[in-house]
């Protein structure tokens, strides 16, 4: 009865050799064949299709338009004059109409630094002629500093500063 055992035994080890081959053969002759692929190394400019040449005279155009946006004239008068340090006075500060942005125009004493005056902004084309100081001040003459904040109309932005000396005049 041993010989029928170690017979079977044979018989089924053969038999799962063959399964074993089998399937492996089955895979091999199933799965599909590797297909070769093209790599094309690198990116490659395609030809031009609709672009043409900027012609001299935009160039021109376009390089204003930076110029003109860039330029900025302050028209302030060189000094102010107060009847009294507490009311109001004549105060010119002009935005001309061909300035590109709106300002903000801050005066502070020379000697103390303090604040005096805040215009709020001031568009292309506008200005004051007459202003309330924001600091009562005593009959004298005030060396100021005139800053001309430029901002973006549309972002907000700050874009530059200039600024231009003033005499503050207070008769009484």
Sequence with gaps: MEEKQKNKRKWLIVLLLLLALGGIGA?????????????????FLPDNKD????????????????????????????????????????????NPAHNAYP?????????TGDLIYTSGAIQPGYEVKEAKLEEKLSKG?????????????KTKEKKGEVAA???????N
Aim: aromatic share 8%.
């Design 51 to 94: 672009a043409k040449e900027i012609s001299d005279a935009e160039l021109k155009k376009m390089a204003q338009q930076k110029v003109d946006h860039s330029k900025f004239n302050m028209v302030i008068a060189p000094e102010a004059t107060f009847e009294a340090g507490d009311k109001a006075g004549e105060l010119i500060i002009q």
């Design 165 to 171: 000396k003033i005499t503050i005049h207070v008769k």
């Design 103 to 111: 300002v903000n125009v801050e005066i502070t004493r020379n000697d």
């Design 27 to 43: 895979y091999f002759l199933t799965r599909e064949a590797p297909k070769p692929v093209s790599m094309i190394s690198g990116d």
């Design 141 to 153: 003459d005030y060396p100021a500093t005139a800053k001309f904040s430029l901002y973006d109309d």
